[in-house]
């Protein structure tokens, strides 16, 4: 896929943005540009090298973006962006929100677009972006603490029930947490290509566009900040909830332990009676039956009282 912003008088065009290029697309984009498409292998070098290089007055940037689609939201894809005076070239190999409301926006002022104002404004979109992205997670992570932290009515609680929404909060505040990291390799990203592009640039991409980049490094600053701040809010529900996992555990192995304790008496007593020895003198006794019986119950209700003396029940 290629979709382009022409320029002016027949002139290359401003932004060529291909999206899982094609082998044949890539060499068309490179002999009517002069401009080296980047791969996706080489997209997805890690090393800061590879993904900030400055040839002349031509930028190769990369970075890793987090997939916005609900059911890879996990998942991330490479991005790679080529500067030149006269032209922006992107490569990715998925739709990206970000890119369509970046297009959006350019459609309405073409006019007055230049390969750098383009490279800001996708930088500034992605930066909006990230933050909306941010701001769901801590909406998700204060709903999640409210469920947690909840005062419950001890007469109405199931443990069955708790444990269940338990591991069901586990499994939220976990994917809350992968997304954090995703989101915090794209800020890493973003935080390099920033300062290096308006560094190797500063020459030719003009003041306005200079402080624009400035700005935009102030606001991922912020979302940095804010992003280490749920990372530790999700680590602390983690750990809360596997807290509460834990106790409820422990009060059903306390309750299992009771009842196996309160049941040891009865049983030795009724076992004991149970041998039938014709030397045992409640056997000829008139109220021997009603005597094992007592026993029995008051071998029962003896520990039960004992414990909820001790508040061990």
């Known amino acids: 896929m290629r979709s382009n912003f022409p320029g002016a008088g027949g002139a290359l065009p401003l932004w060529i943005d291909l999206c899982d290029p094609t082998d044949a697309e890539a060499k ?70 970000s890119w369509q409301a970046a297009r959006r926006a350019f459609d309405k002022d073409i006019a007055a677009c230049t390969s750098a104002t383009l490279f800001a404004g996708l930088l ?79 020459t030719w991409i003009g003041d306005d566009i200079e402080t624009r980049l400035k700005v935009a490094s102030t606001d991922l600053q912020s979302l940095a900040d804010f992003e280490a701040h749920l990372s530790g809010k999700v680590q602390f529900l983690l750990d809360a909830v596997l807290g509460f996992l834990n106790t409820d555990q422990n009060d059903i192995f306390k309750v299992l332990t009771i009842v196996s304790v309160v049941g040891i008496p009865p049983t030795f007593i009724a ?27 008051l071998s029962t209700i003896l520990p039960i009282l004992w414990f909820k003396w001790r508040g061990w029940w």
């Not at 080489?42 to 002349?56: D, N, P, Y």
């Not at 890879?72 to 991005?79: M, Y």
């Not at 932290?149 to 976990?174: D, I």
């Open 271 to 297: 076992s004991m009676y149970g041998m039938n020895f014709h030397n045992m003198p409640e056997y000829g006794w008139a109220y021997g039956y009603q005597w094992g019986l007592g026993l029995i119950f």
């Open 28 to 97: 068309d984009v490179e002999t009517e540009t002069g401009l080296r498409v980047p791969s996706r292998a080489e997209l997805e070098e890690i090393e800061t090298s590879s993904r900030l290089q400055a040839h002349s007055d031509i930028l190769y940037l990369s970075m890793p973006v987090p997939l916005h689609r609900e059911r890879d939201h996990l998942g991330w894809t490479p991005i790679g962006f080529v500067l030149s005076r006269k032209v922006l070239l992107t490569v990715r190999f998925v739709e990206l929100p």
């Open 124 to 202: 500034e979109t992605m930066v909006d972006f990230t933050a909306d992205a941010l701001e769901q997670i801590g909406a998700q992570m204060n709903d999640v603490s409210r469920l947690v932290f909840c005062e419950r009515e001890p007469g109405q609680r199931s443990v069955a029930h708790s444990n269940k929404v338990l591991r069901q909060t586990l499994l939220t505040v976990g994917s809350a947490g992968e997304r954090l990291s995703q989101i915090r390799q794209s800020l890493l990203g973003l935080q390099r290509i920033i300062p290096f592009a308006a560094d190797k640039a500063k």
